[in-house]
């Protein structure tokens, strides 16, 4: 891969992450304000919040329901579904027209043509999962057959965005083992893709510089305040 080549990808990953992960979560706290949004746990709620804030005020259950949806399960799941715009706006230059598949390359280090799935990070495939990747597989084995087209036993690929083999699931190392199907994670991945060692730390990089272009601090604490002044919130604190 050429410099401008790479700084053309490495830009419109600053774009993705801003425009499909940054203002997504925003949009998605924003909507925090309503009880409606939490499965909440009577025995615990009041608990964590003495555990969090060595109290039980209405605003410290709510911190405890707010900060793990907008710190874990939401920008998590943005992150997840955000993929396929990945693949469509960042790596539109190695779209795939093979069904199932999202890309396709020439392998930077070995040379082959290869047709690969992306997935977002190590443990975001769930048992049915591996059973949908291996039809694909297999469905492209067989149009390869038909088309008289020769796919090497190493050229249908898992790439995972982010991690690192050590990292992955037992869902992925069973695509591994019981389905032939290599997985290349985070820089691995990066690395067959573009011939650039250090792309995927680049890649990091390029993203973190998007991040100080955002403080969602004054949102979020009136999004907390907001929900402690619900009615179902009071009830729990006063109990």
Known sequence: MDAEKKAEILEKSKEWFKKSIMEQHQVNTQKLTSIKEFNVNPFLASYLAYFLTGNAKPESIAKVLIYPRALGTSINTTFGTGIQKFTTEVLSSFASTTSGMDIEFEDAIDGSHKY?????GPNTINKDDVETISHHFKSVKNL??????????????????????????????RLSKDYNIPVLAGKEFWYHLTGDENFYNDLINAVGSVVSETNFKEQLDDIIKQLAETEEIKEISEK
């Open 116 to 120: 690969c799935q992306l997935k977002a």
């Open 144 to 173: 390869a057959r038909t088309n008289s087209l020769k796919i090497g036993i190493d050229d249908l690929i898992v790439g995972v965005i982010y991690g690192s083999s050590d990292e992955l699931s037992g869902h992925y190392r």
